[in-house]
């Protein structure tokens, strides 16, 4: 029963903050999920959903389910979007609805800065139930909901072939069912598409995750583009002292893994993704898989993009 509660206690605390940012690794293809900002830059309407399942085989694993919504309705200068997540570990779920808006502005020939912002609310979930053990007054008999409200910002500059983005979430502070306060995330992004070949273009990004009180969170990304069809490439994902320096805390926060991504270009309306994570460290076990599907809704008089769109 002590290594029961143990678990338990683990397996709450991790819901209480990381689900609160949950894992992506195709947020390459769809970066509104982490930058308000990102907001309507495709140009056209676009819909994307994706499932992911972590750490497939171990109960209670994480599952998340996210749908997006976004494009520009007035005059290429305003985006809207609406992002609707789900996440559930264990006994623990979020439920989160975003709105989201961001302004571009043209700040030479061919580079745009966006300044975007996403107001939701967030519905948390705990199920007593599932826990399965009865009579202990400190775990609920039954479900205990609680409603926040949060505020995202982020700012997003791209020209044709270069993009970086710098974003916070989790602005407005507060204390949940657990009392344990969600820290803020500030997330920096930024890559490079380079043309191989008329046929292949490579692109290397790199995503960093810092809250400033543990280890920073870091994917490493290298894709290949073939034929403006089919993306093809890896992302490491580790953690490294950046602002925090305990080599302790550091070695219990590592999540170091390797995720595959591809996503095909099937149409010119219609993408569909994949992933797949194996893990590197003590869940070196278990693996996560990851798929997506999007679709752009163009004008009548548009048969395809006017250019490309690498990010």
Do not use: C
């Amino acid at each position: 029963m002590r290594i029961l509660y143990t678990l338990l206690a683990l397996l709450l605390t991790f819901a209480a903050s990381a689900q609160q940012n949950p894992q992506y690794s195709q947020y390459i293809f769809n970066s509104m999920a982490i930058n308000p900002a990102y907001t309507g830059t495709k140009g056209v309407l676009n819909i994307n959903a994706f499932h992911r399942s972590q750490w497939t085989g171990l109960e209670g694993a994480p599952t998340t389910q996210a749908l997006s919504v976004d494009g520009i309705p007035a005059h290429d200068r305003l985006g809207l979007g609406l992002n609707i997540t789900r996440d559930k570990i264990g006994a623990y779920s979020t439920l989160s609805a975003y709105a989201n808006a961001a302004t571009r502005i043209s700040v030479s020939e061919h580079g745009v800065l966006s300044l975007g912002v996403a107001a939701g609310i967030v519905q948390n979930v705990m199920d007593g139930t599932e826990l399965g053990v009865p009579d202990d007054p400190s775990i609920p008999s039954g479900k205990e909901v609680t409603y926040r409200p949060d505020v995202k910002l982020g700012m997003y500059f791209h020209t044709p072939r270069f993009y970086a983005g710098l974003s916070a979430s989790d602005l407005i502070q507060y204390k949940d069912i657990l009392q344990i306060e969600p820290k803020r995330h500030y997330y920096f992004t930024t890559g490079y598409v380079f043309d191989v070949s008329s046929f292949v273009k490579l692109k290397p990004s790199i995503l960093v995750k810092e809250d400033f009180h543990a280890p920073a969170n870091i994917d490493l990304n290298g894709f290949v583009l073939l034929g403006d069809k089919l993306w093809l490439g890896t992302s490491y994902r580790t953690s490294a002292p950046i602002f925090n320096k305990n080599q302790e805390e550091l070695e219990v926060n590592k999540r170091t893994a390797l995720a595959l991504i591809a996503q095909l270009q099937v149409t010119n309306a219609l993408r569909l993704g994949y992933s797949y994570d194996k893990m590197l460290n003590d869940l070196n076990g278990f693996h996560s898989h990851e798929i997506s599907v999007g679709y752009y809704f163009f004008k009548k008089q548009d048969t395809k993009m006017l250019t490309p769109q690498y990010f």
